[in-house]
């Protein structure tokens, strides 16, 4: 009877990861253009400029825009590890571990994708984190959001760009005001 609800839960927990695991490795390689969409999103929304330094900037901060890379998947290895060796712990693991999965993903998408404006605006990493937790529902349902349509086969593969004009949006109504 339990292996009735246990084995649904590992599906689950198993379709996030991936999931997860997926949505990170494409936002990796696809940083600098995520940046550059976020930034032209804004635009529109705003009619205002992001950068006017051309093209050469772009290019010139790849660097700083991969390290911030590198900065975001260290903030998250040592929590998924956590949420890894929960999974291990019998029955307390399958239970709790699916729900505090899909909780830690919404974070970290929320994190991921609201990284690109905040970051534009070359906003600190920690002062980003802070801003999202003052505003957790909306981050939270932000990345819930993001993280189902990330399971959904074909649509995943355009949740991407999708999620970085939906963090862009979130930004202009609810936090560049802050940071002006």
């Not at 997860?20 to 205002?48: C, D, H, M, R």
């Not at 004009?165 to 560049?176: D, I, K, L, N, S």
């Amino acid at each position: 009877m339990l292996s009735y609800i246990l084995w649904p839960l590992l599906a689950l927990t198993i379709l996030a990861t991936f999931s997860y695991f997926f949505s990170t490795l494409a936002n990796f390689i696809a940083a600098p253009f995520n940046g550059l969409l976020a930034e032209k999103v804004e635009e529109q929304l705003t009619g205002n400029k992001v950068n006017d330094e051309g093209l050469m900037s772009v290019v010139k901060d790849v660097p700083r825009i991969m390290a911030r890379e590198w900065r975001k998947l260290l903030y998250t290895l040592p929590k998924a590890i956590g949420l890894f060796l929960l999974l291990l712990i019998p029955a307390i693991g399958q239970t709790i571990g699916p729900f505090a999965w899909f909780i830690f993903t919404a974070w970290m998408l929320a994190i991921q994708y609201c990284d690109y404006p905040f970051d534009n605006h070359k906003v600190p990493f920690n002062d980003m984190r802070l801003s999202l937790k003052q505003k957790q529902g909306k981050a939270y349902s932000f990345g819930m959001l993001v993280s189902l349509f990330t399971a959904i086969p074909i649509l995943n593969l355009f949740i991407v760009p999708v999620s970085v004009c939906g963090a862009t949006a979130m930004w202009v109504q609810e936090f560049r005001d802050q940071y002006k």
